[in-house]
T-cell receptor, first 113, second 114 residues
């Protein structure tokens, strides 16, 4: 079946703009995760959804970052007033339930100019 | 704090040879999972192998095996009969926070030479 799909694969935006990054998980996976990967670093946890609710949002760096998963499937990561330091690859992963192996998408490379 | 450390930024191995990638971690938990992920240039993270801490037997998946030393909090990955397709970034990961969010190391870049 289809894997985790992330769109767009690349996004270039100007400093101060608003962006939305989309993640379409594997069908039937109840858990969804967002990670951010800066150049030369490992992925850094942002937020974890179990169903529609954010079970752990402790990794969101500040209130400019927000994520939703209104129907328990597709998730959107929203970044307001983007800064150059937000430039990174944003990875989404899903799993059957929380704690089972993660399946990652190919990520969205965000560049803030 | 629960941390994961990969001390080898880069490693190189000849095709068909064996290479070991190191990982250490810090936790106060007694039961947990440990993971190795591979990230090729496509950016997609692929699970290579996982180890359950309560199991004494080291996990094995074909050419990939781990050397898990719980007391030393060490979790190394051994790749046997290395292939050109093994070239990638390798990340060690360990659950933190809610227990479902993974903490990743900084990664080891593996180069495989013919």
């Amino acid at each position: 079946g289809a894997g985790v799909s992330q769109t767009p694969s690349n996004k270039v935006t100007e400093k101060g703009k608003y962006v939305e990054l989309r993640c379409d998980p594997i069908s039937g996976h109840t858990a969804l995760y967002w990670y951010r990967q800066s150049l030369g670093q490992g992925p850094e946890f942002l937020i974890y959804f179990q169903g529609t609710g954010a079970a752990d949002d402790s990794g969101l760096p500040n209130d400019r970052f927000f994520a939703v998963r209104p129907e328990g499937s597709v998730s959107t990561l929203k970044i307001q007033r983007t800064e150059r330091g937000d430039s990174a690859v944003y990875l989404c992963a899903s799993s059957l339930i929380g704690g089972s192996p993660l399946h990652f998408g190919n990520g969205t490379r965000l560049t803030v100019t | 704090a629960q941390t994961v450390t990969q001390s080898q930024p880069e490693m190189s191995v000849q095709e068909a040879e064996t290479v070991t990638l190191s990982c250490t971690y810090d936790t106060s938990e007694s039961d947990y999972y440990l993971f190795w992920y591979k990230q090729p240039p496509s950016r997609q993270m692929i699970l290579v192998i996982r180890q359950e801490a309560y199991k004494q037997q080291n996990a094995t998946e074909n050419r990939f095996s781990v050397n898990f030393q719980k007391a030393a909090k060490s979790f190394s990955l051994k790749i046997s009969d290395s292939q050109l397709g093994d070239a990638a970034m390798y990340f060690c990961a360990f659950p933190g926070g809610s227990g479902y969010a993974l903490n990743f190391g900084k990664g080891t870049s593996l180069l495989v030479t013919p």
